[in-house]
């Protein structure tokens, strides 16, 4: 975990998601919380990491998502050295 996110603030924010019970809930907070462009980067990226999984090349990525190689490649580096969360949800949306 990176110790420079782990703030009371950060720790505020998960615990309000973790109270969210639906997918209408998480559109009305996080429409108040991220501008239009904030929450399409972040499902971006969520799509990338998905694709990447499925072993989908950058160019059919770049192609399907808009993302930059750039994007892919910072997506990519997380799959493979970060601290497993995107494995994690993976794994528990497929279960």
């Known amino acids: 975990m990176n110790k420079k996110i782990k703030t009371e603030a950060v720790d505020q924010l998960f615990d309000a998601i973790m109270t969210l019970k639906d997918r209408s809930e998480c559109y009305a907070f996080f429409e108040d919380l991220c501008t239009v462009n904030e929450l399409l980067s972040l499902s971006q990226r ?21 993302a930059s190689t750039a994007t892919i490649s910072r997506v990519n580096r997380s799959l493979n050295y970060g601290n497993d969360g995107y494995e994690l949800v993976f794994n528990r949306l497929n279960n």
Request: hydrophobic share 40%.
């Open 46 to 66: 969520f799509e990338v990491a998905s694709m990447l999984k499925d072993h989908r090349t950058y160019l059919d990525i770049a192609e399907k998502t808009g």
